[in-house]
């Protein structure tokens, strides 16, 4: 599937047991459900982070050979874990914090193991098998055989907690399946590869999530304006097919003006759904606390702001616990110093993905971390543990190989231990 994507010769990881590349792969694809808090509403989160838990702390010790030079290597994003678990001594709920904050740790530890270990065409393959599997699951689910299989306000949610978690899946899966289909030179390949793009689009629409529908829509178009460049010209006029379908369908289905309901189209509110309503109160909370912030992952449980969030929760639901922006949650959390260690992480994954050869796999990655950030931007991700965003923009951090540098020197540790190799030409 990814014959024609591969990444360019660079310092690989390769293990001496052929079982434990099994067991990588098979892991790093439990990884891409866990992360994605598709069963989260299904009672199930607690035994997929157990499962990761218990398989990748030992796997760390027995990479910790080429792992730790690999973290080294990424030093800028190290500096906002760093802020993150300092803040334990001020956080207004330290013992929050300090969890948080070892959560954080390790979720880039597993970042920077998946992108070195599987580089950017096992990513794109491990964000196809992953959240596809979960986009598979929400489509059976239809009929409701998990409910509620459609929000209060008539989206369809699938198997996750909300629509725009579902919208947001299906705008990856849909960019990253364009990326293999313009890899493709069998034309029964490429058919299969077009059914499942119309397919995605098609739970995208039914999510009713209108800032993925609009993010998936840019993402498209910009991978076909790239691909132009190239030789993939059915690629490209798919793609464009594609961004001309979801956006019809759109405005057909939702009944959207050009100029009347242009702001609606974008946030149906003209606060964005409350967003700049959560962006004030914590400009408001920043300066009542201007220099270090509240800690790591306090603004919604500290005890000070108990009657303000129940406030927040009466107008806008129980489920708000953010200020869906990432950079207000770290002013809040870790006052300027948090903002500077934001800018510190997005702005490494980006000149990493920059540094890449020019091709396929770097027009879908610089794509796809764009689309993530811009996500961040209006939403809950990036800034906190266990999640998809922050695990994707650390991960190509680590697998771009235009930033890797030299191979480090071989490690042996026991017989399961991984050994730096060059790549197979």
């Not at 500096?79 to 904050?101: D, E, G, M």
């Not at 077009?194 to 999510?207: F, G």
């Not at 708000?320 to 934001?342: I, Q, T």
Request: aromatic share 10%; proline share 5%.
């Amino acid at each position: 599937m990814v014959q024609a994507l591969t990444d360019p010769p660079s310092p690989a990881v390769t293990t001496p047991h052929r079982a434990l590349d099994w067991a990588d792969g098979v892991m790093a694809i439990f990884v891409m459900v866990w992360v994605s808090e598709a069963f989260v509403r299904l009672g199930l989160d607690t035994f997929f982070t157990a499962t990761v838990y218990a398989y990748f702390v030992p796997r760390f010790l027995f990479s910790a050979g080429w792992l730790v030079p690999q973290i080294l290597r990424i030093w800028p994003m190290l500096v906002y874990p760093a802020l993150c678990t300092v803040s334990v001594a001020w956080s207004l709920v330290p013992q929050l914090s300090l969890v948080a904050a070892i959560q954080l740790w390790f979720t880039l530890c597993l970042g920077v193991f998946l992108g070195y270990r599987f580089r950017l065409s096992g990513l794109a393959a491990l964000v196809m098998v992953g959240l596809g599997l979960t986009i598979v699951l929400s489509a059976m689910n239809l009929g409701g055989t998990w409910p509620p299989a459609f929000g209060p306000d008539g989206g369809f949610q699938g198997i996750y907690t909300n629509k725009n978690a579902l919208g947001q899946r299906c705008a990856l899966v849909i960019l990253t399946a364009l990326l293999f289909l313009s890899a493709q030179q069998a034309g029964s390949a490429r058919v299969g590869w077009i059914v499942l793009v119309i397919a995605v689009a098609a739970v995208l629409v039914l999510s009713q999530s209108v800032t993925a529908g609009l993010l998936s829509v840019m993402a498209v178009g910009l991978f076909a304006a790239l691909r132009l460049r190239g030789a993939s010209m059915l690629a490209a006029l798919i793609a464009g097919g594609t961004l001309a379908l979801i956006g019809v369908v759109f405005l057909w289905i939702y009944d959207v003006a050009l100029v009347e309901d242009g702001l609606a189209a974008l946030g149906k509110t003209p606060t964005l759904t409350g967003r700049t309503m959560l962006w004030q109160i914590a400009l408001e909370r920043a300066r009542d606390y201007p220099l270090l912030g509240v800690g790591y992952m306090a603004p919604w449980s500290a005890p000070e702001f108990a009657q303000e969030i129940a406030v927040i929760n009466s107008l806008y639901g129980g489920t708000v616990a953010a200020f869906h922006n990432v950079f207000l949650e770290a002013l809040v959390m870790l006052g300027p110093l948090g903002v500077l260690a934001m800018v510190l992480l997005i702005a490494t994954s980006a000149v990493a993905l920059w540094r890449h050869p020019v091709g396929a796999l770097r027009d879908w990655g610089l794509i796809l971390f764009g689309l993530l950030v811009a996500s961040a931007l209006l939403g809950s991700s990036l800034y906190r543990p266990h999640e998809l965003t922050l695990l994707m923009v650390v991960a190509f951090a680590a697998a771009a190989p235009g930033a890797s540098g030299a191979a480090p020197p071989a490690a042996r540790s026991g017989g399961t231990t991984d050994r730096p190799a060059r790549a197979r030409r």
